[in-house]
């Protein structure tokens, strides 16, 4: 049954370092509440109380905007395969834009990625884990290469070109904190 907890311990971590997709979950005071999968090599464990996710570029930046405003975070990770296990993160969280000076600090954490947005630093608040007897099993056949072709052909200037376009914004109108002038 589930349980709580205020830090990571040694088994959350493994069972985080093995998953090969999360999900991450925020709202903004009034509007559209965002979910999302992600994937790919982009989530490390700093210590038992943080972690690390680089986002890379999408049709949308809802997590920073919502970040921007709140800071509320959900990160939920499920076994898909072995012993059925849901858990989620909970916490509060500060995106590191390419302009910000932390940005070299954290992003050497992450294999270089085409498309690279930002790094969303989770201060975790709170951990439940619950059984997870309910999600089916998955068999994990690849990493899609799409999106990571898809920047890579954009360049540094398509992409900027990109996030101004779609992703200085939220659905709800608010400012993503993209861009330095925002």
Wanted: proline share 6%; with cysteine; glycine share 10%.
């Amino acid at each position: 049954m589930g349980q709580l907890s205020s830090h990571l311990s040694a088994a959350n971590v493994a069972f985080i370092q093995h998953q090969q997709i999360f999900f991450v979950a925020t709202a903004p005071e009034s509007g559209h509440i965002n979910l999302s999968p992600k994937g790919m090599d982009t989530l490390r464990v700093l210590d038992p109380q943080r972690v690390a996710w680089l986002n890379l570029t999408g049709s949308g930046n809802e997590t920073a905007a919502h970040v921007l405003e709140n800071g509320r975070i959900t990160l939920m990770f499920c076994a898909f395969e072995g012993k059925p296990l849901i858990l989620r993160l909970y916490g509060t969280a500060r995106a590191i834009h390419r302009h910000d000076p932390e940005w070299n600090t954290f992003i050497g954490l992450f294999p270089p990625l085409p498309g690279a947005r930002q790094i969303f630093l989770v201060e975790i608040e709170g951990i439940q884990s619950s059984c997870g007897m309910g999600v089916p099993l998955y068999q994990h056949v690849g990493d899609r290469d799409q999106l990571l072709e898809w920047a890579d052909k954009k360049g540094a200037q398509g992409l900027s070109a990109y996030w101004q376009q779609k992703n200085t914004a939220s659905l709800d109108g608010n400012p993503t904190g993209i861009f330095p002038t925002e």
